[in-house]
């Protein structure tokens, strides 16, 4: 099942910073310095997981709910707390997603600078001589 959300989010990483994601992680990592791709990169982690568990907790639900299925005395007690971890994960993937594109919309990004050749120095500054 797609994860949309993760999926946007990644696009949108990626396009700030013009890399795919593979490198972006291979980046990250080779600093212990905290950046804010690795901060970036661990709320796609977040916003990812939460799709997961979401698409799992539907599941059970669904499998729980199925009108072939018997309803036993914790059948209640199982379908609310599937329904509660579904909430409790839309609300994380929700979050997490919500500020991370706050965090890319405050970014941009800066063209390369352009580059100048250095100017030679002068005749004048190059052939100083003291004279005391």
């Not at 791709?37 to 990812?48: K, N, P, R, T």
């Not at 909430?87 to 994380?92: D, G, H, N, P």
């Not at 600078?113 to 030679?120: D, E, G, K, Q």
């Not at 002068?122 to 003291?130: I, K, Y």
């Amino acid at each position: 099942m797609p994860h949309p959300v993760a999926d946007q989010l990644a696009e949108r990483i990626e396009s700030l910073y013009g890399r795919p994601r593979v490198d972006l992680e291979a980046h990250s990592a080779t600093t212990d310095q905290p950046t804010m791709l690795a901060a970036l990169l661990g709320s796609l982690s977040a916003v990812e997981l939460a799709e997961k568990n979401i698409e799992f907790q539907r599941e059970r639900l669904l499998q729980l709910a199925d009108p072939g299925r018997g309803i036993g005395p914790a059948t209640p007690g199982h379908l609310l707390d599937c329904s509660r971890r579904i909430a409790e994960s839309v609300a994380i993937r929700d979050t997490q997603a919500r500020h991370a594109n706050a965090v890319i919309r405050s970014l941009h990004r800066v063209p390369a600078p352009a580059v100048t050749p250095a100017a030679p120095a002068s005749a004048t500054t190059a052939s100083v001589v003291r004279t005391r």
